[in-house]
Structures are given as C-alpha cells and as structure tokens.
C-alpha cells in the first residue's frame, strides 16, 4: 500500500524560533507534486506550500519551505520565525496510485509558544 | 465566490439510518472527492470522481456509495450508518487530474453516529 507517514504526532515551538515537520511518502508515479496543508482549530483546510518532484529547488513560501530528498523520499517542512498563528494541524500529502488521487498523513499538531 | 459548499455541517444520527451528505462546487472542476478525518489517522481518501459518470474507491470505501450525475455535484451516500463512521467529513475538488492542481477543501460535515 502507498503511505504517507508524518512521525511526530505532536510538536510544539516558542514564538520566533524555527521548526521542522517531518514527513515520507512512497508513491509509484514517476511525475508528482507534493503538498503540506494547514489545518487550524477552525479546521479549514489551507495549502501552505507545493513540491514538484522533477525540481530539484526546493519550494519556499514566505517563512515557510521544504527540504525534498527525492530518492529518500522524504518532504520536510520548515518553518522559520514561527508565529502563533502557525499554531494548526499540518497534514502531508502525495498522490496516491494514478488517476491524481492524494492521500494524507496522519498529521502532526503544531503548538507555537508565547 | 462559493467555492465547495457541504451539507448539512452537523448531523447526529442513529445506528442503521441512512443519509447523504451533500456537497457542491462552482469552479467546473473535473476531479471531486471525499475525505473522512479522524484522531490520529489524517485524512483517508473514502470515494474519488475525475469526471461527470465517473467514479471510484478510495483508501477506505466501505459503507459508502456515491454518484456524480454533475459536474457541479458529488453526494457521499451512507445507506446504513455505524458508530464506525463518526467522523469529519471533507469534500474536495480540483481543476482536472493534473497534481499540480490547487485542491479546494470544504468546511467539513461533523457526523456522530449513536
């Protein structure tokens, strides 16, 4: 079965300070994306950032950006000067089999500190 | 702009019921599909569409029908509903089948089963 694995359930972070979410995913296609999405207590779901596998630059948006290890297979997500609204669930995704179909990872909830 | 609009947002029912979760989309997006989220275990793909007619299983499909008559519709049908399906419910879409593709989530159908 393809998986998304997130192995830190729970992380937590002091204001200002940065933070790395880790995440490994196996997929069989040979041309994808990759996406980590934000979740508040409001639970909507938000795109923070995406990852073309044949880039070899890694993705960044704003205070936030990725580590991609392709052969690894393994999608990092930084944080850096870490805000308490980045207080949230951040999910991972990658697709799943064919037909563009993503699947999730279990999740890792994210406490930004004062 | 609407965006994904899911109904009803909360619904208690009973052990054996049977009803549909609604959920609508405005953008003429080709791919729709369901999520159910749960503690601990992220959010599970339940049924996909990539067209008007079209349809298929997810990671977790058992329990579950649905139909896409529309574009713009795609309703998840639980016809005998257990304690086991409790959960968020998440309706998405996106612009064709392309990975890339921005998925749009919608703000989620809180359903218990007692």
């Known amino acids: 079965a393809q998986t998304v694995t997130q192995s830190q359930p729970e992380m937590s972070v002091q204001e200002a300070e940065t933070v790395t979410l880790s995440c490994t995913y196996d997929t069989s296609e040979s041309n994808y994306y990759l996406f980590w999405y934000k979740q508040p207590p409001s639970r909507q779901m938000i795109l923070v950032i995406r990852?073309?596998?044949?880039?070899?630059q890694n993705a960044t948006e704003n205070r936030f950006s990725v580590n991609f290890q392709k052969a690894a297979k393994s999608f990092s997500l930084k944080i850096s000067d870490s805000q308490l609204g980045d207080t949230a669930m951040y999910f991972c995704?990658?697709?799943?089999?064919?037909?563009?179909?993503?699947?999730f990872g279990q999740g890792t909830e994210l406490s930004v500190k004062p | 702009n609407a965006g994904v609009t899911q109904t009803p947002k909360f619904q208690v029912l009973k052990t054996g019921q049977s009803m549909t979760l609604q959920c609508a989309q405005d953008m003429n997006h080709e791919y729709m599909s369901w999520y159910r989220q749960d503690p601990g275990m992220g959010l599970r793909l339940i049924h996909y569409?990539?067209?008007?007619?079209?349809?298929d299983q997810g990671e977790v499909p058992n329990g579950y029908n649905v139909s896409r008559s529309t574009t713009e519709d795609f309703p998840l049908r639980l016809l005998s509903a257990a304690p086991s399906q409790t959960s968020v419910y998440f309706c998405?879409?996106?612009?064709?089948?392309?990975?890339?593709?921005?998925?749009?989530f919608g703000e989620g159908s809180w359903l218990t089963v007692v």
């Open positions: 569409s990539v067209g008007a007619g079209i349809t």
């Open positions: 990852q073309e596998a044949y880039k070899q």
């Open positions: 998405a879409s996106r612009k064709g089948q392309g990975y890339g593709n921005t998925i749009y």
């Open positions: 995704a990658s697709p799943y089999n064919q037909g563009g179909k993503l699947i």
